[in-house]
């Protein structure tokens, strides 16, 4: 049974300095965030989510310090899917707040893979 990704939503940079990477950002896309807050902060970008994290548990800053978060209706059956076609499991599905859910895996090939269950997002935003 496939994971029945829905398309790309959001990538996470894994930043040290919460507060400069948030002024930079906010700086290069001349977009403000639209969340905000001491663990996570996020900047919609034509429709996808541009995320800063700063908890070195779940990574870090540099090469390979970003993780691309794949569309799903249910994110607890996708990582549970993932894991039984193979992946191993980083971060079991949990809910970050307004009732969005992240999970991560690292695929057989050593990459980052994460899914995201996020009913705020509407698909006629990236129309």
């Known amino acids: 049974m496939p994971a029945n990704f829905l398309g790309l939503r959001t990538i996470n940079y894994h930043v040290a300095d919460l507060a400069a990477a948030k002024k ?3 700086r290069v896309t001349g977009t403000e965030p639209y969340f905000d807050e001491p663990f996570y902060v996020g900047f919609d970008i034509g429709g996808f989510e541009l995320g800063l994290d ?3 548990a779940s990574g870090m800053s540099g090469a390979g310090g970003t993780t691309a978060y794949w569309g799903v209706a249910n994110a607890e059956d996708a990582v549970a ?6 992946a191993t499991l980083r971060s079991a599905a949990r809910e970050v707040g307004d009732g969005i859910k992240v999970g991560t895996v690292m695929d057989p090939f050593g990459n980052e893979l994460g899914v995201i269950e996020n009913p705020l997002f509407k698909l006629e935003d990236v129309r």
């Open 54 to 56: 700063p908890d070195p």
């Open 24 to 26: 930079w950002y906010a």
């Open 81 to 86: 899917m993932l894991v039984a076609a193979g």
